[in-house]
């Protein structure tokens, strides 16, 4: 989608480009802020679109006089995290994770990573992890999907993800997932819930 404008003054600039209801739906939100902030919109479109990242333009890149920008990105990973993302000890002990096979599914965890599914182990090994998404969450299996296809092509993510209790209740992980590890075709999977904010 081209830029817009908002009633907000703001110009958003959303990706995929090529999306126009992530478009319609990212503006919607900035519209419906009263006093807009980049964690408000995220916080928002997050609400539907659970990778989303907001990030504003540079001040290197505006010229003066011009409208403030701000990105919206439907699929918000990066090779090496969203700026702002806590600092994390991926090692640490009591660190949840799992081991996922190539079909995404559970080839081992620990008790901590049993919580967050909300599952015993024994119910969550050998199933995929877009089983265990809150069905009202309404389109997590599809950026599961897409948050997928990126790992596969750069075998190592780290970013933030909201995945939603199954009674409902917003929380937000930190992950990261490489690739081969402990061994070719497994992965090693670790999260880390943080403060939304």
Not at 18 to 39: H, S
Not at 88 to 111: H, K, T, Y
Request: aromatic fraction near 10%; proline fraction near 8%; charge should be negative.
């Amino acid at each position: 989608m081209s830029p817009r404008s908002t009633s907000t003054g703001i110009e958003l600039r959303t990706f995929p480009s090529a999306d126009p209801v992530f478009d319609a739906f990212a503006c919607e939100a900035l519209d419906a802020l009263r006093k807009p902030t980049i964690d408000a919109l995220q916080d928002r479109i997050r609400a539907r679109y659970p990778t989303a990242v907001v990030r504003a333009q540079e001040d290197l890149a505006r010229r003066g006089g011009e409208p403030t920008v701000w990105y919206a990105f439907r699929y918000g990973t990066v090779a090496h995290g969203p700026p702002g993302m806590p600092v994390i000890d991926w090692d640490g002990p009591d660190m949840a994770w799992a081991i996922l096979d190539e079909s995404r599914q559970f080839v081992d965890l620990n008790a901590a990573l049993a919580a967050i599914v909300e599952l015993p182990s024994e119910q969550i090994l050998g199933r995929a992890v877009e089983e265990f998404t809150n069905p009202e969450d309404p389109s997590i299996r599809e950026d599961l999907a897409a948050l997928w296809r990126q790992f596969v092509e750069t075998r190592w993510v780290e970013s933030t993800i909201r995945f939603n209790r199954m009674d409902g209740r917003r929380r937000q992980f930190a992950y990261r997932i490489v690739a081969d590890d402990p061994e070719p075709g497994l992965h090693r999977l670790r999260v880390a819930e943080i403060d939304p904010g």
